[in-house]
């Protein structure tokens, strides 16, 4: 027990000084109290002072108890580096998918703190308050986005900050004035938009402002992305007419979830290294994913909707992300470096299939700062994409990435290269055997690939008119030399076989869209014409049927696959 | 001054070579100050060149020296563009970290995945102390319980006689139990002992059946063995296209030996047409993997220009890869590199020594070139006798047409030699049949 002339007083360090929080007249008491304030606070330290008045008067004071929160790491909640932040010009702009892509990734340690989406911040004013409040956090983001912003427009750099400043106000002012009376609660999504005053984009921002509301009463990443889900699935059981399309709500709050690398990987579950990671997140982003061990028992779910095209802000985001991971410096296969190679080669054709290039040009872009970063041994660019090439094999693929590589910013950077690269290759490609392998590729599957060559190379943007023409008409030349060469027309149009079945079965080589519309589709269509035109053409069609009352339906199916496959 | 230590000697003249792990050990020890004074820029510059190549290990040693402050600028990147670093990277492939006293606490209770958990945490020596006895006995818990896991690692252990004696006969026997369970690997791993006749009779047909199982499962080892025997038909009906089929998918798993293979019979044309581009493609990813055999074909087919663009430079350096790991083909072909200054600089001194290398595994080809390289003094100096010996050499192994040049040419310097020379060159001569291989 103390005395009247002793007292302890509790204190706290803030800011390097000492700062009395409380007096208390016992010690035990003070002490605990003190214990009690570095635990539930994010004080970095206390201590209890005895404070003693001798009879003189004076004051003597002594530390009696003292702790440091040695073990309580302050969480690391800064910005993230970031090197571009597309402009933005109006306030719409901010809740747009590049302006949250952007906070995504800049404030992504403290979204992963408080577990809340770029959607639930700009559209809570608590939450908008809150980042406004976190020490110098905000004015941090506002500043390095201006930065970026007007390194890339030339615009002053206190402008765009001003303007940045003004429309973060204007922001907060319009989720202020959103604040419902009252929580809507857990209700459906349809009931949620009820809910929702206004019409057009005011409702729709009402909405996001209820959504947002049910959604921060989750703080689990998953848990958010279940309700979505079921969501999705209320949407996708509810009429088509709604007044409000629901599923872009849905993919823009989606899209904000899978921007954390941390989601990715638990909704991926087990992946060997990177580069088998990459491959299953441009699978799941084509909805064409299976579950790996450890994912989520929804992922099934997830990726249905990917598959059926509700989420294309999600997929850009989970493209981006492929992207951005390809083009750094990180191992595709870390724990076995001799594989680096293979996890590029099963990467780059993950990505490059022989119909399209995932990702476009952004995608070449990585793929080539990859090859160049691990592979090229110090060698030029240009020795880079000839061995990039080389890795792809076949033509058709070649072309594919040429042509989207020649759009990218490494390919302008190297002038007329890629397309003088792309045309040489077209001009010495002139059988079908360079265009798509020998083997392994059904015969239909390799005409199917060199007639999408074909289409990708005449409705190439990086190209002249003429030589969009003079490559394709090759595309177009190889294919007749196949035809010829492998006797393609004669097999399908056997003269042993009935005149109806050979005949259908030219109708439908012909529209089946694997012949090029030029040479090729003429060899056949001149075949059909050389049918048509015999004497008696429809009597000797039916007479080759048994059944006439088959014979008529044959003629008919005929008829209708002729006018399907352009015969006039 | 002292001279430098032979390890750095070594290391150096490959590095400046080109090759990388000289260049990333090189630029190691500067780093580090092994064996030679530290030096930051040294080890900056040898670092670069190996990363450039794609060395990993500098690529880390490089990141390491950034995080300490040191400027570095290693990857050459193209004019117009920007790398934008991801600040919340994908981590996939980080295994999670082992808790043992949870491990424990679940393998007590008679989890069987926990005990066969365990028992690897032992074998490994992942969160515990390396202790094979307790893996033995974790092993055994989970196994004699009916576990396939737990049998199948209980049957490595015999197999490779680790923490108890090896034995054949064990290691079958629980390799059986769980492949008969439907076990993968213990499928595989039973096949080849049945195959080697580990344990029993060699029994191919017997073999291909459990890899069969296996391979259905995935397991690319058993893709890739079962289409060895199918391509052969040791064992089971000769199958090409199903033994094509069975390289193609242990391939796409990163099978170096299966792309191999594959891309031999796409090469060949057998079991069906040639492709020498697809060809190509997979002996570049054998050969990235390290597979000699496919760095050798490889840089045979960038030197012909068969199936991918010729390139002299980049056959060389394929040529250097093998030739590196002992492939007496490559050092040859690499001889003939330097000698014909074929996509490098002409060196006659560096072909020479590969000749040499090549010659002393026993080629005749390399034999014929080094005699010739004596004889004229090219490349090193001229010696009557040391060609007399070399070229007698290719006069016995080499092809006919080849033999009789040799053969001619060691008749011409016999004429030059003295008795005493020739004495001395019938010893040497004997001394090398002595030693070759």
Aim: glycine content about 8%; hydrophobic content about 45%; some cysteine.
């Amino acid at each position: 027990m103390s005395g009247k002339s002793t007292s302890f007083e509790v204190q706290v360090l803030k800011d390097k000084n000492w700062v009395v929080e409380t007096i208390s007249t016992d010690e035990s008491q003070a002490k605990e109290f003190a214990d009690n304030l570095l635990q539930t606070t994010n004080h970095t330290a206390v201590r209890v002072v005895r404070d003693f008045q001798r009879i003189d008067g004076l004051h003597t004071e002594t530390v009696v108890h003292e702790k440091t929160a040695t073990e309580k790491n302050e969480k690391d909640l800064s910005l993230a580096a970031i090197s571009e932040a597309p402009t933005c010009v109006g306030i719409d702009e901010f809740y747009a998918l590049n302006a949250r892509l952007t906070i995504g990734r800049l404030l992504r340690k403290y979204l992963d703190d408080i577990v809340i989406t770029q959607t639930e911040l700009l559209h809570n004013a608590s939450e908008l308050k809150r980042l406004g409040d976190k020490d110098r956090l905000l004015f941090s983001a506002v500043d390095k986005v201006s930065a970026l912003q007007a390194r890339a427009t030339g615009e002053d750099g206190k402008v765009r900050r001003d303007f940045l400043q003004k429309s973060w106000e204007a922001v907060l002012a319009r989720a202020r004035q959103a604040v419902p009376k009252k929580a809507p609660g857990k209700l459906t999504l349809a009931g949620l938009m009820a809910l929702a005053p206004g019409e057009g984009d005011e409702k729709r921002f009402q909405c996001l402002v209820l959504i947002s509301l049910r959604l921060l009463e989750t703080r689990s990443w998953f848990g958010k992305l279940e309700i979505l889900l079921a969501w999705a699935a209320e949407e996708a059981s509810t009429a088509a007419d709604a007044p409000l399309p629901a599923m872009p709500i849905i993919d823009g709050i989606v899209s904000d979830i899978v921007v954390s690398a941390q989601v990715i990987q638990d909704l991926l579950g087990f992946q060997p290294n990177l580069g088998a990671a990459l491959s299953h997140i441009c699978d799941l982003a084509a909805g064409q994913a299976e579950a790996a061990k450890f994912a989520p028992p929804w992922f099934a779910d997830f990726n249905k909707l990917f598959a059926a095209g509700h989420l294309p802000d999600s997929q850009e985001v989970l493209l981006s992300r492929v992207c951005r991971e390809t083009k750094s410096t990180n191992p595709l296969s870390r724990n076995e470096p001799a594989k680096e190679f293979e996890e590029f080669n099963a990467l780059l054709v993950r990505v490059v299939s022989r119909d399209s290039l995932v990702g476009g040009p952004a995608m070449a872009d990585a793929l080539f700062q990859r090859y160049v970063r691990f592979f090229n041994g110090g060698g030029t660019p240009g020795q880079a994409i000839e061995a990039i090439l080389a890795t792809l094999g076949d033509v058709c693929r070649k072309v594919q990435y040429l042509l989207e590589f020649a759009a990218s910013p490494a390919g302008v950077a190297l002038g007329k290269k890629p397309i003088d690269m792309l045309a040489a290759l077209v001009r010495g490609a002139r059988h079908i055997d360079v265009w798509v392998p020998v083997r392994g590729v059904l015969p239909r599957d390799r005409m199917a690939a060199l007639a999408s060559a074909n289409r990708v190379l005449l409705s190439a943007r990086v190209l002249t008119p003429e030589l969009r023409t003079e490559l394709g008409d090759i595309a177009d030349a190889v294919m007749a030399r196949y035809l010829e060469d492998e006797g393609v027309i004669e097999k399908i149009d056997k003269p042993e076989d009935p005149l109806a079945l050979r005949a259908i079965r030219l109708v439908k080589f012909c529209g089946s869209g694997v012949l090029i519309e030029g040479k090729s589709l003429s060899m056949a269509r001149s075949r059909v014409i050389g049918h048509l035109k015999q004497a008696q053409f429809e009597e000797k069609f039916l007479a080759s049927v048994a059944d006439p009352v088959q014979g008529e339906k044959h003629l008919r199916e005929f008829h209708r696959l002729l006018v399907e496959s352009g015969f006039r | 001054m002292a001279p430098e230590p032979a390890m750095v000697t070594r290391n150096r003249t490959a590095a400046e070579q080109g090759d990388p792990v000289a260049q990333f050990n090189l630029g190691n020890m500067y780093r580090l100050g092994y064996q030679v004074a530290r030096d930051t820029d040294l080890a900056v510059t040898w670092l670069t060149m190996a990363a450039r190549q794609g060395n990993a290990d500098a690529v880390e040693a490089l990141r390491r020296m950034a995080a300490d402050g040191i400027k570095v600028h290693w990857d050459a990147e193209p004019e117009g563009t920007e790398i934008e670093a991801e600040s919340d990277p994908l981590c996939a492939g980080e295994e999670p970290p082992i808790d043992p006293a949870l491990l424990a606490a679940a393998a007590k209770a008679g989890d069987h995945a926990a005990q066969v958990a365990l028992g690897n945490a032992y074998r490994e020596g992942k969160g515990v102390a390396l202790d094979l006895t307790e893996a033995l006995r974790w092993y055994q818990l989970a196994a004699e319980a009916g576990d396939a896991a737990g049998q199948y690692a209980l049957g490595t252990l015999y197999d490779l006689g680790l923490g108890v004696a090896q034995s054949n006969a064990e290691a079958r026997a629980w390799y059986h139990k769980a492949a008969a369970q439907g076990d993968a690997a213990a499928q595989f791993n039973l096949g080849n002992m049945i195959l080697l006749g580990r344990g029993g009779t060699p029994n191919p047909g017997v073999a291909a059946k459990w890899f069969r199982l296996a391979a259905e499962q995935g397991d690319a080892a058993a893709q890739f063995t079962l289409a060895t025997l199918l391509e052969s038909g040791k064992g089971v009906e000769r199958d090409e296209a199903k033994a094509e089929e069975l390289y193609r998918r242990a391939a796409a798993q990163g099978t170096a030996e299966a792309q191999f293979n594959l891309a031999n019979m796409l090469r060949l044309g057998i079991g069906g047409e040639a492709d020498p581009t697809e060809a190509a493609g997979f002996y570049r990813r054998a050969a990235e993997q390290g597979l000699v055999e496919a760095e050798l074909n490889f840089a045979l087919m960038l030197a012909g220009g068969i199936g991918i663009g010729q390139d002299e430079t980049a056959a060389a350096h394929w040529f250097r890869r093998a030739a590196d790991k002992g492939d007496v083909r490559a050092q040859v072909n690499l001889g003939h590199v330097y000698e014909q200054g074929l996509g490098v600089e002409p060196d006659i001194a560096a072909a020479a020594e590969w000749y040499r290398r090549a010659a002393v595994s026993g080629s005749a080809e390399a034999c014929f070139n080094l005699g010739i390289l004596a004889a004229t003094g090219t490349g090193l100096a001229a010696d009557d006798v040391e060609a007399w010996v070399w070229l007698s050499l290719a006069a016995e192994a080499a092809p006919p047409k080849l033999a009789d040049s040799a053969r001619s040419g060691s008749a011409t310097l016999a004429a030059r030699l003295s008795p005493e020379q020739m004495a001395e060159a019938r010893s040497r001569l004997e001394k090398r049949r002595r030693v070759a291989p």
